[in-house]
């Protein structure tokens, strides 16, 4: 069948407050990072899926005609779930999980990414007449399982370039412009088979991380429902990867057994992170409307403190995250992990009249602690197609 070649991209995200407590239904404030994923997409004619992953150095294809069989039986489910796409359809990942060999428990790297992509291109192609030969390549900014939604960010692209692919959503550029982004209905719709393939790495995503990858800028996320903020401040952000590798699926799944084992003593945390959460939203929301102060800026800093405390009684801290706190506050700064936590990154809160010696004391003080530090800007953009030419050398070199 035909399709169309495409580029897209999708940001990363950093959560300010309300990680793991979002998954339980609390509210979550998370806000997109100037670090994205690119994805490519080309037709070919050589009957083969390929994906080139060139991050987890991950690089194989399919030939069609072995994929074809998977889709028996499947396509009236697959009809329905084009147009809705609320739930994974089960059979076909069983289907899947038995042609990969990848194991229902596995939390491999390259097997979940595998795996995802298979889904969402079957179940994208798989109710058209026959499936279509393509090469796709992703290629990220973004450190893979570092709390800053990599996962997601590549579900993004995956969906917005393989709905683009076949013609399921628009093709937004107009001859005029280098990069656009799609209609509020199709950008809802590449949200729904981002989380699908969220479900398919994480287990049980909560959706604030798609969402994020999918609109991008700050967003307020609470049981599915999302609020663009657009009152909130210019926040300066010091990033901090701590590189201890960890996985969103087991950390998200140890904080369900805990609240299963200690519900009376776990439920009362994620109120409390919800109330953090409300907190730093009416700070932000003042400190728009009437002017940043010191006493705005303290606010922040305890809700932070407060939350990284609840965050290791879910259990989810780590000693290289207690370092980082250690060593920012030995300056006066205040740190949180940021996403699932067991490592990965962690963000500072950097105050105005923080002095660039501060700032470069601490950074050189974590950089000899084998840790990856820098300023970030905040707010980028959500996913969005590109004319070729238009993308980065660097992305077009890597995909
Ligand atoms: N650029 C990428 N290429 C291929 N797979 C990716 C990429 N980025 C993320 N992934 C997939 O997402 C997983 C990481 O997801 P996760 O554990 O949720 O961490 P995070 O989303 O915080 O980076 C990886 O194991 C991989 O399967
Ligand atoms: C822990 C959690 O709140 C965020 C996970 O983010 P990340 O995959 O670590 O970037 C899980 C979720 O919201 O689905
Ligand atoms: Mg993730």
Redesign the pocket.
């Given at each position: 069948m035909h399709t169309r070649d495409c580029y897209v991209s999708a940001p990363?995200k950093a959560i300010l407050h309300g990680e793991h407590a979002v998954v339980h239904g609390k509210v979550a404030l998370a806000v997109s990072l100037n670090l994205r994923?690119y994805l490519r997409l080309q037709s070919t004619s050589n009957g083969k899926v390929c994906i080139n992953?060139?991050?987890?150095d991950?690089f194989l294809s399919w030939e069609i005609t072995a994929l074809q069989p998977l889709l028996d039986g499947c396509r009236d489910c697959l009809a329905k779930h084009v147009v809705l796409k609320q739930e994974l359809d089960d059979d076909l990942l069983k289907r899947l999980r038995a042609f990969t060999g990848i194991a229902d428990a596995s939390?491999?790297?390259?097997?979940?990414?595998?795996l995802?992509f298979l889904y969402m291109y079957l179940s994208v192609f798989g109710e058209a007449k026959s499936l279509a030969s393509i090469t796709v390549s992703?290629?990220?900014e973004?450190?893979?399982?570092?709390?800053?939604?990599?996962?997601?960010?590549?579900?993004v692209c995956l969906a917005a370039g393989l709905l683009s692919a076949r013609g399921i959503t628009s093709s937004p550029l107009t001859p005029q412009q280098d990069s656009a982004r799609w209609s509020k209905e199709e950008m809802e719709q590449i949200n729904r088979w981002a989380f699908m393939g969220?479900k398919i790495?994480?287990g049980n995503p909560s959706g604030v991380?798609n969402a994020v990858g999918t609109w991008g800028c700050f967003l307020r996320y609470h049981d599915g429902k999302i609020t663009p903020l657009d009152r909130v401040p210019v926040l300066r952000i010091l990033l901090t990867n701590t590189k201890v590798p960890?996985?969103?699926?087991v950390l998200v799944s140890g904080v369900k057994d805990k609240i299963n084992k200690f519900p009376a003593v776990m439920k009362p945390v994620l109120e409390s992170v919800d109330a953090v959460s409300c907190t730093c939203e009416q700070t932000l929301t003042e400190m728009s409307a009437r002017g940043p102060s010191a006493e705005h800026y303290n606010i922040l800093e305890e809700l932070i403190d407060i939350n990284q405390h609840h965050l290791n009684v879910m259990g989810v801290g780590h000693s290289s995250l207690d370092t980082l706190c250690k060593i920012s506050l030995a300056r006066g700064l205040h740190s949180k992990l940021t996403?699932?936590g067991g490592g990965?990154?962690g963000i500072t809160l950097l105050r105005p009249e923080t002095d660039a010696s501060v700032i470069q004391s601490t950074v050189a003080e974590l950089q000899a602690c084998g840790f990856d530090c820098w300023e970030t800007s905040i707010g980028g953009p959500g996913a969005q197609k590109y004319k070729k030419w238009s993308l980065p050398k660097q992305v077009l070199k890597c995909c």
């Open positions: 990363g994923t992953l060139p991050n987890i991950t939390t491999d790297t390259r097997s979940m990414a595998v995802a992703v290629w990220s973004l450190p893979t399982g570092a709390g800053l939604g990599s996962s997601a960010a590549y579900n969220e790495i994480h991380d960890r996985s969103t699926k996403g699932a990965g990154c």
